[in-house]
């Protein structure tokens, strides 16, 4: 079993970046399939961007070219660098794992049983 602690969040102006952290601990990342997700109150959970056990990456299309996720297996954490940001993904995102994810399903939440508790984004326009 595998423990997910993100870090990062915080408030910034449109156009600004940031970087979110998911520490893994009780396994390592490198024999997961890990995501990050993003929710707003009375909306449903969305995928954002995913990677395979393999390396090979899922975005949505809303946040192509401005995303980009990356797994460092030597500090068993997954990263989420959030460049060109809009008020519209201000969110509460989390990040997510699993053992064996198809990679048309990763951008899916209902595949992943392990979550982090999140971290709020907020874009000020």
């Known amino acids: 079993q595998v423990q997910l602690v993100e870090s990062g969040g915080g408030s910034v102006q449109a156009g600004g970046s940031l970087r979110l952290s998911c520490a893994a601990s009780?396994?390592?990342?490198?024999?997961?399939?890990m995501g990050w997700f993003r929710q707003v109150p009375g909306k449903e959970r969305e995928g954002v961007a995913a990677?395979?056990?393999?390396?090979?990456?899922s975005y949505a299309d809303s946040v192509k070219g401005r995303f980009t996720i990356s797994k460092d297996n030597a500090k068993n954490t997954l990263y989420l660098q959030m460049n060109s940001l809009k008020p519209e993904d201000t969110a509460m995102y989390s990040c997510?794992?699993?053992?064996?994810?198809?990679?048309?399903?990763?951008?899916?939440?209902?595949?992943?049983?392990?979550w982090g508790q999140g971290t709020q984004v907020t874009v000020s326009s």
């Open positions: 997510a794992a699993d053992y064996a994810i198809d990679w048309w399903a990763l951008l899916h939440p209902g595949r992943y049983n392990y």
């Open positions: 009780g396994d390592t990342v490198r024999y997961f399939s």
């Open positions: 990677v395979e056990r393999d390396g090979r990456q």
